[in-house]
């Protein structure tokens, strides 16, 4: 019975140059499919999201994430970018794990506690103090004085 193999071998080895437009190209070490689109461009086949295995842990430096660049206006609309970078480009620190709020929009993301209760995204004047329970569930305020001011 007559086969149909497609043009296959190593990621490294992908042609760039003699490719006619329409010709597929399997990668055997990474399992990715390509399509040229003329003699010396290829295009990445994205695979379906929900075919892959799950990812145990991150290393954010060195993971990468698919993003769909909705501003790209031809060609390939799939870019790359490390976990770390797409922290950055959400304002949330190095390092960090947990939900993050910030002030603003842009602003840098932190805790609303912080470290101890006097460096966090949310801190208390003088008149003012908090509590945070043994837990982390929750903060308590406490108001010393409430001023209503005169008139």
Known sequence: MPRIQ????LKANLPSTGMLAGEPMVTTDRGTLHVATDATTKLPVVPAIDDLATL???SGADDLLIIHDASESGGQKE????FDAFKTALNIPTGATDEKVAVVAGGTSGYLWGTDGTDGVMRMNASMSWTKDAGNGFVTLAVNVVDGGTF
């Open 6 to 9: 497609i043009k296959r071998g």
């Open 56 to 58: 145990a842990s991150v």
């Open 79 to 82: 870019k790359k970018m490390t």
